[in-house]
């Protein structure tokens, strides 16, 4: 679960703190508050797109930090992504966004967007204020059925999509196989050409960085020449042959010159040895101007040869087998289209089968689905609905299947089953995107789930309802919704109000947990608006009560 959430110079927020706690945690403020800014925050955290204007103005920078408890169901999937909490159990993400860039951590550990969103998507998922409209969206029905009947399709879905990789590269092949036969033919000559050019150059491993650096020595032949000789000048012995004898002279006289008389000849054995060696250096040493330009023509051709078929020996020999391989196919072509056209037979059959078996798996899977959406919509003040999902087959393959599969509604005895678009209103889908991640969260192990303004578009006994089934979904997940609804609010295990001031000539965005006393007068302000009477406050104390009596009958069930 998100523990902690800690936000600094992002928009109108100087700076942040929340503890979130389990069940589910309320956030409510005046309009134009930052309510949907901290949110944001969290969005921003998980690798959301940062546009520049959200740094607060006179800063250099924003941050967020998000910090989670991972429970031990969690810790093999996050082991698998190479991510291990600490030893308090908890893994800290952080974000520091930056005029000209930002960096992502976890546990200190910088990551890139894409690896931050596989790991994130094991511990959060956020409903945003538009997500609804992606049900309008006919590809999202089956990527959320898929969802729900992971655990029977998902090895099935990945098989699937091993042989349809296959099946896209058989038919490519035959695809290619198609043109003419004076085009086989120079495609065959220039193959020829390729082979011969890298097999002529017999190229050998390490061979480059050898010659190179023998290129550099030189390229560099006089001034290396002229540095040791000023060297082998520099560590002549002479002087200190004469330091040696002249210490010798005296130190019988003080036992003290001992120590220096060792010292001066262990410099001189050392000297020697140097001045030896740059003089061997330099008696061997030679510079062949030929050899240096053979040289530059064989780095030459191993660098034009790297520029065509890759950067090393390794990927250079990959593309010799390759196109020996393709040469052989065009020399043989029409034993190698006959057995390519057998094999793309049987695959293509392998693979019809696997989208018939798939896609009976996801007809059964939508049954229970869809019975348990439209149970959820009753809860949800759907009265009379009924609710299925239409299946069609499209002419194609794809990795996922050859289904299209779209949810149908009708939210009215008698009316016939039209799709969402047509029968749903922007509250109604709302409220239908609630069904389903509701139904979702029961088979999800995601532990967090956030809710932006999930209450869109409804009020009375709809907000209610609403308010029950977010209460539900937090029995077993932690659940942090944003809400304007008092009803909402009212089911509150934990309530958090978002306050703006002005403070200096500056606009400041602050958040802070309200105690029961403060969760009743914040009701009485949702409840009242601007004046708040005894009344209000009487009535919103009355809210609490009855939503406390309502979660603990839920519990119940």
Same mark, same amino acid.
Not at 28 to 37: L, M, Q, V
Not at 173 to 195: H, M, P, T, V, Y
Not at 351 to 365: G, I, M
Not at 396 to 422: C, K, V, W
């Given at each position: ?93 952080? /974000? %520091? *966004?930056?005029? +000209?860039? @930002? ?6 550990? $910088?990551?890139?967007?894409? &690896? ?105 032949? /006089? %001034? *290396?020449?002229? +540095?040791? @000789? ?6 002549? $012995?002479?002087?200190?042959? &004469? ?315």
């Amino acid at each position: 679960m998100l523990l902690e959430l800690h936000v600094k110079n992002l928009a109108l927020i100087e700076q942040a703190d929340v503890e979130f706690g389990n069940g589910l945690n309320i956030l409510t403020g005046e309009t134009g508050a930052g309510k949907s800014i901290l949110i944001g925050s969290v969005n921003l955290a998980l690798g959301q797109k940062a546009p520049r204007d959200m740094i607060r103005g006179g800063a250099d920078y924003a941050y967020v930090e998000l910090i989670f408890s991972v429970e031990d169901e969690k810790r093999e999937a996050l082991a698998a992504l190479d991510v291990y909490p600490d030893e308090d159990g908890q893994i800290i993400l952080s /974000r %520091k *966004i930056m005029p +000209s860039r @930002s960096i992502s951590k976890i546990n200190d550990e $910088t990551i890139t967007s894409a &690896r931050l969103k596989q790991i994130t998507g094991l511990l959060i998922d956020i409903h945003g204020q538009h997500e609804h409209q992606s049900l309008l969206h006919v590809s999202k029905h089956l990527e959320i059925l898929d969802t729900y009947a992971k655990s029977r399709t998902g090895q099935l879905k990945k098989e699937l999509s091993a042989v349809y990789q296959e099946y896209k590269t058989l038919r490519a092949e035959l695809e290619a196989a198609c043109g003419d036969q004076e085009s086989r033919k120079r495609e065959a000559d220039f193959l020829q050409f390729e082979i011969e050019e890298i097999e002529r150059a017999e190229l050998k491993p390490g061979e480059e960085e050898h010659l190179t650096e023998q290129y550099r020595r030189c390229v560099n032949g /006089r %001034k *290396i020449i002229e +540095s040791l @000789s000023a060297a082998y000048d520099a560590v002549d $012995t002479d002087g200190i042959g &004469r330091a040696l004898h002249q210490v010798s002279e005296v130190v019988s006289y003080d036992d003290q010159l001992k120590g220096i008389q060792d010292q001066l000849y262990d410099a001189e054995s050392i000297l020697n040895d140097i001045h030896h060696a740059i003089g061997a250096y330099l008696d061997e040493v030679e510079f062949d101007e030929n050899a240096l330009v053979q040289m530059e023509e064989r780095l030459d051709l191993i660098h034009g040869l790297q520029s065509k078929y890759g950067s090393t020996l390794e990927k250079i020999n990959q593309a010799l087998e390759e196109k020996k391989t393709r040469l052989e196919q065009l020399e043989h072509f029409d034993e190698y289209r006959r057995k390519t056209e057998i094999q793309y037979k049987k695959v293509t059959e392998q693979l019809d089968k696997l989208c018939e078996k798939l896609s009976k798996e996801r007809q059964e899977a939508a049954k229970g689905l869809t019975e348990k959406i439209r149970a959820g919509l009753v809860d949800l003040n759907f009265l009379d609905v009924s609710f299925s999902m239409e299946f069609r087959r499209l002419d194609h393959f794809t990795a996922g299947g050859y289904d299209e599969a779209e949810f149908m509604i009708s939210t009215n005895p008698g009316e016939p089953q039209r799709s969402l678009g047509q029968v749903a209103s922007g509250g109604e889908l709302s409220r239908i995107m609630l069904a389903i991640k509701t139904v979702l969260a029961d088979s999800d192990d995601i532990p967090t789930l956030i809710f932006d303004e999930i209450d869109t578009g409804i009020s009375g006994r709809t907000a209610q309802k609403v308010s029950e089934q977010l209460a539900i979904i937090s029995r077993n997940h932690q659940v942090i919704c944003i809400t304007h609804l008092p009803q909402i609010a009212a089911m509150a295990d934990c309530h958090y109000e978002i306050a703006k001031s002005a403070d200096g000539g500056k606009t400041r965005t602050r958040i802070h947990a309200l105690d029961e006393s403060a969760m009743t007068s914040e009701l009485a302000r949702l409840l009242g608006g601007v004046q708040i009477t005894d009344a209000v406050v009487q009535n919103a104390s009355e809210m609490k009560r009855l939503a406390e009596k309502t979660k603990q009958a839920l519990l119940q069930k």
